[in-house]
Every structure is written in structure tokens, then in C-alpha cells.
């Protein structure tokens, strides 16, 4: 997101996140998100998708210290339903891959840090490991730093 100031325009707004896997040149769906009873920013939403994999991203954007900022990058939903055999099948085939997909609920608390909502992510599902396919299941609760969101 690019700010104006006397000398042109300027880079206010990055995140690596925004271009992790491509999706495609686009910026991704915005929405409004409410930070704390009087703070607005935005979450950008992007899909993208490859050999049969799918990956979903979300980058929570809040005002901080009178700018935007990215405070919190999440993967919410990956897949490989495209490229994949169900555990029985995936033993008994050479070069096949088991199937995996999980994904990431995002709620925003009643309950406040710094100023800003606690956030509780709710994490479903299977996902890859070095162990193989692993369950995914996990409850965090995130905490405003001041600056972004961590646990």
C-alpha cells in the first residue's frame, strides 16, 4: 500500500505473505476487521494454487502508530486434494503422496491487550510432516505486542 506525501508516493504497507506463493498478481479479497471497540483496519485474503495443492493466506492490517501495518499473517487453509490417494492406497503405490487439509478459524476476543482484541486461532485437520501426515489440531490464543499479534 502506497502513501502520498509531499515528494510522491511512498511504500507504506508490506508483507512477504502478499506475494508467498504468487496467487496469480492479485492483491486478494478485502475486509473489514475490527482491532478494538474504536480501531478498524483490514484483512487481505489470497487463494492460490499448484500441482494439485492449494494454499489460502490471510493478512490481518491494523493502524499502528498512526500507519497501517501488517500485525498477523496466517496460513487459514492448505490442501493437496488435487495431487493426492486416500492412507490405504498411498502404501501400496510408488511416487503417490497421502492426502492432507487443514485449516485455521480466526475469532477475535471480547478481551483486550494493548489496547487491541485478543485473537483465538482454531487449527482443524491433517497436514504434512517429516513423520508423514499428522494431525493439525490446535487451539492458540494471540496477544498484541504493540507492534503485531504473536503468542
Known sequence: MYAKTESGWTP???????????AYGLAGKAKAV??????LGFALT???????????????????????HPVLSLDTEA????????TESADNVLGTTQCYHNQSAVHFLNSLHNGYFQIEVDESGTE??????????????????????TE
Open 34 to 39: 475490527k482491532f478494538a471497540p474504536d480501531v
Open 128 to 149: 504434512r510432516s517429516d513423520q508423514g501426515i499428522v494431525p493439525a489440531d490446535e487451539k492458540k490464543t494471540l496477544l498484541f505486542s504493540g507492534e503485531k499479534y
Open 46 to 68: 489470497q487463494d492460490d494454487g499448484g500441482q494439485g495443492e492449494e494454499n489460502t493466506y490471510e493478512i490481518f492490517v491494523a493502524p499502528v502508530s498512526g500507519h497501517f
Open 79 to 86: 490442501d493437496n486434494d488435487g495431487n493426492c490417494v486416500s
Open 12 to 22: 507504506e504497507l508490506a508483507d512477504p505473505a502478499i506475494v508467498k506463493s504468487g
